[in-house]
């Protein structure tokens, strides 16, 4: 292989289900870290991967901050907002801001606050892993190595 085909194979985006993939085969023997069930025949199209941490020692928070000094981006939310079930663009159906009109879509919906009961545990126990198509192997196998790291360190 010449170096100019070497160097395009390198820049040929990977499908996020490659990378999620290998995250999910080779962290989800982690204790107290769960990742979404795979189905039988299923793949996984996560992005960014969202896992749980299922412990109180140490901390989610500190876990976050341990790797991302070990370079990994994670990320401590589910959305924007910890609630989106509780912020105006749902309650009131708040869509468009500069009118009051519904979207069709939610014109005959209800919504209850309260319908989603889980929502404060799921959002106090995410950590969702980054994933991107540009991710090259050596990504991938740091980002693995980072928490199989902390996870040793831990546990």
């Known amino acids: 292989m010449t170096i100019q085909e070497q160097s395009s194979s390198l820049n040929e985006p990977r499908p996020a289900r490659a990378v999620s993939l290998g995250a999910h085969r080779e962290l989800s023997d982690l204790a107290h870290f ?16 969202s896992t749980r941490y299922t412990h109180d020692q140490p ?3 500190e876990l976050t901050d341990v790797l991302r000094a070990e370079g990994v981006l994670t990320s401590t939310k589910m959305s924007p907002v910890n609630n989106i079930l509780r912020t105006e663009m749902i309650t009131r159906k708040k869509y468009y801001p500069l009118t009051d009109e519904f979207p069709a879509f939610w014109r005959d919906t209800v919504y209850d606050p309260e319908s989603c009961q889980n ?15 540009r991710f090259t192997d050596e990504d991938i196998g740091q980002t693995i190595a980072a928490f199989q790291k902390v996870w040793e360190h831990y546990f």
């Open 59 to 61: 901390t989610r928070d």
């Open 119 to 133: 929502v404060g545990e799921l959002q106090r126990t995410v950590i969702r892993l980054p994933v991107d198509q």
């Open 34 to 49: 769960d990742f979404p069930e795979i189905i039988d025949g299923g793949e996984p199209s996560w992005w960014p991967i």
